[in-house]
């Protein structure tokens, strides 16, 4: 990959707990991202999958090592600089959606960019919604949405920014198979079609198939760095 990584991350080292419970969530993790590509990490449960991901996307604080947003080192960023940030140059898509209740979706969609005092660029945004198929949802609350379509305004939500980088812990871990599919074929579109960076942490190794890239990760460091691998060469060392 000649451009510039989206993200990397350099000696990462994240340790929770005091001297005598400390748990070594991190081992000194060094990767590069790269710019319009999707991303699979993939490991045992408690191996730091989420907290990679917490940490390169400026949620969290590595306890040693650089992490750097196209370019810019979050680890020197103060608090109110690292929110600014997380605000302008990522998106995110969790498991459990975390839309806001009593906002429709259309003002769902529109949060990151009115909490970064902008506008929506009324173009992209119709864009990213047709894309997405939501016309017909946006003045439906998340109560009045399919799991599917609530995962589809978050990722919405997260594209709408035009963010450097998508995070998505486990996006398709609440959806059926379908659902997961649909959501699945969205972030790869995003990826090939409206140029955003993917970096997902999944349980299924068919999902993390989807990634143009797939890490595993076990004990807090990437023991795999797999090239578009199939679903059965995961299953071989995941
Ligand atoms: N806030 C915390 N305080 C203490 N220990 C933590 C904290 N968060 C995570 N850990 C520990 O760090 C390790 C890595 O956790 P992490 O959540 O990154 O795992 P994961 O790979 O995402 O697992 P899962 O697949 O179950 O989501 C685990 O041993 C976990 O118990
Ligand atoms: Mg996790």
């Not at 119709?126 to 109560?143: D, K």
Request: net charge neutral; proline share 4%.
């Amino acid at each position: 990959m000649s451009t510039q990584p989206v993200v990397s991350l350099v000696d990462v080292r994240k340790i929770y707990g005091s001297t005598h419970t400390h748990v070594t969530a991190l081992d000194g993790v060094t990767v590069d991202f790269g710019a319009s590509e999707f991303t699979s990490i993939m490991g045992p449960s408690g191996s730091g999958k989420s907290t990679m991901l917490h940490i390169l996307a400026g949620l969290d604080r590595a306890t040693s090592g650089s992490v750097y947003v196209k370019g810019t080192e979050i680890t020197g960023l103060g608090d109110l600089a690292l929110t600014r940030l997380r605000r302008e140059r990522i998106g995110f898509v969790f498991q459990s959606f975390n839309l806001i209740p009593t906002l429709d979706a259309d003002a769902n969609i529109d949060l990151p960019l009115s909490l970064a005092g902008r506008k929506p660029d009324k173009a992209w945004k119709a864009q990213i919604i047709a894309t997405l198929g939501l016309e017909g949802r946006l003045h439906h609350l998340p109560s009045q949405l399919s799991g599917g379509q609530a995962q589809r305004v978050a990722i919405a939500r997260a594209l709408v920014m035009r963010p450097a980088v998508i995070v998505a812990d486990e996006p398709t871990g609440n959806l059926d198979s379908a659902t997961s599919a649909d959501v699945l074929s969205l972030l790869r579109t995003a990826v090939d079609e409206l140029e955003q960076s993917v970096i997902m942490v999944t349980h299924d190794r068919h999902a993390a198939a989807v990634g143009d890239r797939v890490l595993i990760v076990r004990d807090g460091a990437i023991t795999h760095d797999l090239r578009a691998p199939s679903a059965k060469q995961i299953a071989q060392v995941a």
